[in-house]
């Protein structure tokens, strides 16, 4: 058994991150990290007649700069793991349908890109596939109006409300490669403390990510200070003083080496979103327009990546239900053993 | 590599199946199947107040039974694989909310059995777990009001229609048992031929099954004849005839030996479903209150369990779109090897 624990799997021969590429729309690219992704739209639409078409074409559009930079065709790929927001995750079916890939459609909230690495990295590992994408998406105008409503009605929200990311990342995992690596997952339960304010996901979500961080403490036996940056994605600043308080709590002081993608994506000075970003592109694309090229340049050696997704639907919101919660962690590094 | 073809994983240390349970709704208890099922709905309510909570009720009894015939507790299961057709897949997160698993959301429509026991059975052979549990759910009310209309308007259907199924399936995966056994899987691509009648679903992905057979056919250099039985879910009706044509031009005879669950669920001389079943119920609960028991009889020795899935929403259909199928076939046999 890889396991090495209730939720953690330590992989005997890590896989590869080959490729990864990112494409993100106007406010994104106007963010702090804007220099980062390889593509940034003009306007949102991506040269297509509907908010959902233009999510499709996002995700095509980071494969392609993930397959060139990996330097394989997309003949070339064993599976592709992805998914989106969308009901029924139309923006990754309809961009898968012109790929002739085997695909593995998931939904993980916004915690996709997690989730997708995290089975990525198995199929890879356990030998059923030399090269895998790992794809997901989200666009703020198809989802606006299927959440909460059309753009036009002009609704407002309150401060803990989350702004979902226009942007998709993609990643290549191989069975070879020079690194970085995913070393271990620490695949998350379904958290619900009882939030029952979908605009407060934030505070909805990190239960489940403070859940799934402490079990992958303990089954590693690795200290927070092991990785020279721990990301969420997406609780916002919120969400992210939740996680330091539940920590400080058990006597853990996670201040120094932990962040949020949510956080990171958006300048709060000069762009309002809110408590942040979200959405499955937000941590997507800060990994592939961002993090992974930190690892590129030498200043990142051991991240831990943990993908956070609020499991609810607008049913079950005017249904009066609470909003569950799940955290999957990923850890990655420049040594396959993780670097000391 | 387990790979064995571009689409097809032969498995060194096939699964076993070691546990199975269904739910269904009181119509599905009526149907030439319904003296096979663990548990049947008085009223398709299940005791809850809300179609979408019903689910959620269904796949939890549906679990309960599977776990109780494989002789193990929730805690022992180290991954659950799970999905629906609800927007966000609520009725899962929802029933998963209590179960204190690690778990991956899976979204493949009609085809989540089928994609939640290949990635399953993936995660076992590839050393990640002892056990895993599929699981997937559909129900005909929670589905109508969300991809059509309120019972109470009482919409009429054209014949080529299907009728979703009220019922929930899980089966339990393990390392050790004494089978029956996945063998092979051959996972779909996604395959678009252009039909763009949102009632004529099993038009859509008839494609998408004759594409999945016939790799796995040529990738495992097997011949239809070495099933006992070929099932696609959920074709109904009319895909059914559709894949027996295709196959027909190309020589070759399937009648012999394929069905399909949507037709095998409902009488359609007694019970008006147009077409025959659909949703991730129909084929999970063909597999679980039919399928498997007939290996426990010895009247199977070799299935070939085909799910099909239309990856459309009603979005994209509003939108013009077409309607993109994909298919996964997973190879159940009594023997490892696969009998002969």
């Not at 494409?23 to 306007?43: M, N, R, S």
């Not at 394989?72 to 592709?80: F, N, V």
């Not at 029952?196 to 979500?205: F, L």
Request: glycine share 14%; net charge neutral; proline share 4%.
């Amino acid at each position: 058994m890889k396991k090495i624990g209730r939720q953690t799997v330590r992989f005997p021969s890590p896989p590869a991150i080959v490729g990864f590429g990112s494409a993100v729309g106007t406010k994104e690219g106007q963010g702090p990290l804007g220099q980062c992704f390889d593509f940034v739209g003009k306007d949102d639409s991506f040269g297509e007649k509907s908010w959902e078409k233009a999510e499709t074409a996002m995700q095509k559009k980071a494969l392609s700069f993930a397959l060139k930079k990996a330097g394989i065709q997309t003949g070339q790929l064993d599976y592709i793991l992805a998914g989106d927001l969308l009901n029924q995750c139309i923006a990754t079916s309809y961009s898968l349908r012109s790929q002739n890939v085997p695909f593995f459609g998931l939904y993980g909230a916004c915690s996709t890109m997690a989730e997708s690495l995290s089975l990525g990295a198995m199929l890879v590992d356990g030998g059923f596939a030399n090269y895998v994408a790992a794809l997901t998406s989200s666009h703020f105008c198809s989802a606006e109006r299927q959440y909460r409503n059309p753009l036009e009605y002009g609704g407002q929200k309150p401060p803990t409300a989350q702004w979902t990311t226009t942007g998709s990342g993609a990643v290549i995992l191989s069975k070879k490669g020079k690194g970085p690596y995913i070393t271990h997952v620490t695949t998350g339960k379904v958290v619900d403390k009882g939030i029952t304010d979908a605009n407060n996901m934030g505070a909805a979500m990190a239960p489940a990510a403070y859940a799934t961080l402490k079990a992958h403490f303990e089954e590693t036996g690795r200290e927070p200070a092991f990785y020279d940056l721990i990301v969420t994605g997406d609780l916002g600043s919120l969400g992210k003083e939740i996680v330091i308080d539940f920590f400080r709590r058990d006597g853990v002081d996670l201040s120094g080496c932990y962040h949020d993608c949510g956080v990171l994506l958006f300048d709060p000075k000069t762009q309002d979103v809110h408590a942040g970003g979200s959405g499955c592109g937000c941590s997507a694309v800060v990994l592939t327009g961002h993090l992974l090229r930190e690892f590129q340049q030498g200043r990142l050696k051991n991240l831990l990546f943990c993908g956070t997704g609020a499991l609810h639907s607008p049913t079950s919101t005017m249904q009066g239900e609470s909003v569950p919660g799940i955290c999957h962690a990923v850890a990655i590094s420049t040594e396959k053993g993780g670097t000391q």
